[in-house]
């Protein structure tokens, strides 16, 4: 054992950072799963005083913060309970491959990296894969299509404003999408997009003090309004693509995620395609070469160990208890500790010293999930219904999905399963309480084989001729996310729910330095440009995190960059009136259609 390693007891160690190691390059085998975890032999390597860092959590914040940190010469040791990659990662079928070829590749959820992703792509950008990077692997989609009760619509994108960026240039191409894609009420329409209008016209006082706190429902006035306009105006956004109900999520968060789409959508900024999706698996073409290059930069991966409990003393985390693979318990001390945790995995292990410390942390309770998880269909024939990902409006399930063999490289059924299936369709389920169509119940309520049922039932009532376009003779066989267990019974749970930004939640928001000095937090909960629990706002924590510690070691290295979202030079002056605006208690100068006033 290393020399800093003392004995706690029978039945438990204390391990420093980096004294247990497991290469990452040296675990291809248990990579992905914690079962097969071990713990391998001890290390006598220590980094220079001030620069060990421990990370528990192996998700897109956990594996940003290390990346950077390794980066610039810090030793560095991840803690993982379950399988590296967290949310991001593929979850491939146990005993589907035959002769020779892989596991039908299952995902969490579809992967989509939207135009507007800056941090990740950056990351991306990084990591070795072949003569190139593992970013030469995003492939351009489409986000166009979306399936309605039969029919197909589809909404236009022109690529550019085609001349100078105006409120009044925003206003005509939302109105003319909205009125060529839908049926919805032309009055209902102006009115939707009047709001969006005073959205992307406000100013940083108005977007953080007046729609911070008020639900996107009440925002766009989804109560009194059509059918139709709740389903393919407000639950389509909501729902299908953040998976938040509109009642429960804020005005601030929804605004942003739709004005970066729609500048992305019109090519403004530094922004890529609207919508890009990888060209293989997720572990396959970005993860597993990313725990490779990470792994050849130093750091080191403990899978299988979960985080139980902090010691905290003398106003410093002083240790992490853990258990390992075997069961043993021991302590982790480091200079360092980085929290990676989901929200709901680290809120039990704070001690009532640490939230009086940092009382951010006691707010984290505030905070709260739902779900949005994975199904696969596989199928035996391809069925690339669109060119990228497919909103089905309207369905009470909330699904999207994209068909994948068409962005993958190679032959599918060549390479994945036992040679009948030569295309998936991975779906994502973003209402879980929502009674189905075919059952009557909820997805929580439903058995695995009903809830795909309901899930194909849902999708050809959407589509046109889906019926004939989705057969069940050419259903080979199907997954849904293992994070769902229990269903069907009251015990049902879901092991990775997602972050929802309910309305003020940015002030139980906590930063990723956090008033404990030797503490950092690294998870799409930490406050972030992008307001919402996705792989970017993940990644861009772990950086902020990062600096965070070169900040405390006092290193002179380059702090790792921060990209933030988009927002045209030419609105500065319109953001300027407004803030002087709200600061007089007025509405915003283009909220004429039933007006908001701060305030009320």
């Known amino acids: 054992m290393d020399q800093r390693e003392s004995r706690n007891g029978i039945g438990r160690r204390r391990f420093v950072t980096g004294a247990i190691s497991t290469v990452a390059g040296a675990a291809a085998g248990p ?13 006598l390597v220590s980094a220079a005083p001030g620069r060990n860092v421990a990370i528990f959590g192996a998700g897109m914040g956990g594996l940003s913060a290390a990346h950077e940190l390794a980066e610039r010469g810090f030793q560095v040791t991840v803690y993982e309970r379950k399988a590296l990659g967290g949310k991001s990662r593929s979850i491939p079928v146990p005993g589907t491959g035959a002769g020779g070829r892989q596991d039908l590749p299952g995902e969490h959820g579809f992967r989509f990296f939207p135009g507007f992703y800056q941090n990740l792509p950056d990351t991306m950008s990084r990591i070795p894969y072949g003569s190139g990077t593992v970013r030469g692997n995003l492939v351009p989609a489409s986000l166009e299509v979306i399936a309605y009760k039969g029919k197909e619509l589809r909404v236009p994108v022109p690529g550019s404003v085609g001349g100078v960026l105006t409120h009044e240039a925003i206003r ?12 919805v009420p032309l009055t209902q329409i102006e009115f939707f997009v009047s709001k969006l209008v005073a959205f992307v016209t406000s100013g940083p006082r108005r977007r953080l003090g007046q729609w911070e706190n008020m639900s996107f429902a009440d925002f766009i006035k989804a109560d009194v309004m059509s059918q139709e306009y709740r389903e393919l105006l407000v639950h389509l956004f909501t729902a299908s693509l953040v998976a938040a109900q509109p ?3 804020n005005t601030r968060t929804m605004g942003l995620m739709f004005e970066a789409l729609v500048y992305s959508a019109l090519g403004l900024g530094p922004y890529g395609p609207p919508d890009q999706v990888l060209n293989g698996p997720s572990n396959d073409v970005w993860l597993t070469p990313w725990i490779g290059h990470l792994g050849s930069l130093g750091v080191q991966f403990k899978l299988g160990w979960t985080a139980t409990g902090f010691d905290y003393s003398g106003g410093r985390i002083t240790g992490v208890r853990v258990s390992d693979p075997s069961g043993a318990t021991g302590t982790v001390t480091a200079d360092h500790y980085v929290a990676a945790l989901p929200v709901e995995r680290l809120q039990p292990l704070l001690t009532s010293a640490m939230k009086a410390a940092d009382p951010a942390l006691a707010r984290l309770s505030l905070l709260e999930t739902d779900w949005m998880n994975g199904v696969m269909i596989y199928l035996k024939e391809p069925r690339p219904i669109a060119h990228g990902h497919l909103i089905y409006a309207g369905t009470p399930w909330a699904l999207t999905s994209i068909s994948q063999a068409q962005f993958w490289s190679g032959d599918f059924a060549a390479r994945y399963g036992d040679g009948t299936v030569t295309d998936c369709l991975s779906l994502d389920l973003s209402d879980w309480n929502t009674p189905g169509v075919l059952f009557g119940k ?3 309520q439903c058995t695995r084989p009903q809830i795909v049922q309901e899930v194909l039932a849902q999708v050809r009532a959407a589509l046109p001729g889906g019926a004939a376009l989705l057969p069940d003779s050419i259903v080979r066989s199907w997954f849904v996310d293992t994070a769902i267990t229990g269903e069907g019974t009251p015990a049902v749970a879901n092991d990775e729910p997602l972050l929802i930004n309910t309305p003020s939640s940015w002030t139980n928001r906590p930063g990723a330095t956090t008033r404990i000095p030797n503490l950092f937090l690294a998870a799409d909960y930490v406050r972030n ?6 792989m970017e706002g993940g990644n861009e924590a772990g950086r902020m995190a990062a600096n965070g510690i070169l900040d405390a070691a006092g290193s ?3 702090r790792a960059r921060l990209f933030e979202l988009y927002l045209p030079r030419e609105f500065q002056p319109l953001y300027n009136t407004d803030d002087a605006r709200y600061l007089l208690g007025l509405p915003n100068q283009f909220d004429l259609l039933s007006p908001y006033w701060p305030g009320h």
């Open 31 to 43: 990579l992905w799963g914690a079962q097969e975890a071990r713990a391998a032999a001890p290390s």
């Open 172 to 183: 005509a191409y939302l109105r003319s999408a909205l009125t060529a894609v839908t049926t």
């Open 247 to 249: 009642d429960k999520a």
């Open 442 to 444: 909820t997805a929580k």
């Open 529 to 534: 440009s992008i307001n919402l629990a996705t």
């Open 556 to 558: 002179s290295a380059s």
